[in-house]
């Protein structure tokens, strides 16, 4: 059931997120191309209007990003609060299910959104070129030569700092779930549908990780105290590489696991609302 | 036929608001093969009393049992329910909508489904945000009378639907349905809907039943129509 459910859902918003897609993607050579002929330092209407080209690039994968991101949560907000919740909640499927299916598919959505960025990314530097080669083989040589000198320097802590950007993508992707999770709970929690509150939604999400970064702080600044005082990673003198590394790390990590155990607290609430306590009225 | 009662309901309560009870003590038992007119003035608890049985809401207080079990998620499988309100996506088309009910129901005839449509005159491949409301009730109304299901409730169904096609529409509903099911109506057009009714049943505020019956039985002893009736026993 889990699989057909999943199968609507990303039917629902398949058809925007192709086109926006789509539109990137051939956005992306466009772009690739304009910011070529910037870089070529070409005169007269070809230099204005690649600069007008690069700046609807810029604008579509900001709006693309925000629809990527937008379409699960809208997801969230049609099936469990418009007229349609009335459809799903009558489905012969287990609300643990439709719940599942619809994290899911946002977070899906969330890493396709983010894949094509990417793809659209190395389209547009494999176009540019740099020296000898495109932008895109130069930011790879220096991206290769950067991890080789930060391996050599720091050794182990280069994992670290390549972890670092996974955690934040989590902690972006957490964050969108908590947004999604605030609009089911609303839902199903009053006695009365109330009309969505998108601002108290953001309020919320935004209140939560104040709270966790204000949770995260002390205990960061406990620990790197320790780290420095106490030269616990045996690099005698001033804070190292290596140290505010740690530091910045665990940082990452304590924010990250406090919104997952706020997410986990949330999608229980969320579950027994739903599944115990609904009022559709 | 089995002897176990499709929907029975013992004490069922239910307020949204504290001290203001929709439903306080509702019992009601509905017994395989027959059609069942909830019939009371707005605002007494019908529509309620159908969320209930359906899952949509949670109840305060009371029993519900779907074929002699109490309702659960699986009560959903044998339940087929159209509420008051459009709840389908407007954005899909009506063969997109009867792919996702062939898909979640196995009870589903799509071959009945595709000729109620076509003798409706409803275009598969239409949008629903491009048919009017009495189009999209009927779209409703088809989809969930297309299942092979033990209990239809059906909230308003012909509110919307122009005097012509409600002929079609109650003819479809006596010939569609599994006659070891049942179905529960609610409706303010009771002279329309009187004539498929096998019984009947007045609600009135707070989810009191004040009369029910058979339809045929209380015609005959009173000589009036379920209408009269209606009109007599709710005169304000």
Known sequence: ?281 | MSNVPVLKCENLCKSYQAGKAVLDGFNLTIEPGRIVGLLGPNGCGKSTFLKLVCGLLVPDGGKIEIEGKERSEESNLLISFLPERTYFDSRSKVSELISLFDDFYADFDRAVAEKMMNDLHIPLDAKLKTLSKGMKEKVQLIMVMSRKAKLYLLDEPIGGVDPASREYILNTIISNYNPEASIIITTHLIADIEPVLDDFAFMTYGGNIVRMGNADTVREATGKTLDELFREEFRC
């Open chain 1, 1 to 281: 059931m889990l699989k057909k459910c999943l199968k609507y859902d990303l039917k629902a918003s398949l058809l925007i997120w192709s086109i926006l897609s789509a539109a990137v993607l051939v956005m992306s050579t466009v772009g690739g191309f304009a910011i070529k002929t910037l870089v070529l330092e070409l005169d007269g209407i070809v230099f204005g209007a690649s600069i007008l080209c690069v700046f609807v690039y810029y604008i579509l994968g900001i709006v693309y990003l925000i629809a990527g991101i937008g379409l699960g949560i809208y997801r969230f907000y049609q099936s469990f609060r418009t007229d349609e919740a009335y459809l799903t909640f009558t489905l012969p499927v287990k609300r643990k299910t439709l719940l599942h299916s619809k994290m899911l598919s946002t977070a899906i959505l969330f890493i396709s959104t983010i894949a094509v960025i990417l793809i659209a990314l190395i389209i547009s530097f494999s176009i540019v070129p740099d020296g000898e080669g495109s932008m895109l083989s130069s930011a790879l040589t220096s991206i290769g030569d950067g991890l080789k000198e930060s391996y050599m320097a720091n050794g182990f802590w280069t994992v670290v700092y390549i972890a670092q950007g996974v955690i934040l993508g989590a902690l972006a992707l957490s964050a969108v779930m908590l947004f999604c999770f605030s609009i089911a709970m609303r839902t199903s929690g009053n006695k009365t549908r109330s009309k969505l509150g998108i601002g108290k939604n953001l309020a919320l999400v935004f209140l939560v990780y104040v709270g966790i970064g204000a949770m995260t702080v002390p205990i960061v600044l406990l620990i790197a105290t320790i780290v420095i005082y106490t030269d616990a990673l045996a690099i005698a003198g001033t804070v190292s590489q290596a140290e505010s590394g740690f530091i910045i790390f665990l940082s990452l990590i304590m924010f990250t696991m406090l919104a997952v155990i706020i997410n986990v607290f949330l999608y229980k609430d969320n579950l027994a609302k739903i599944t115990r306590k609904l009022n559709l009225t």
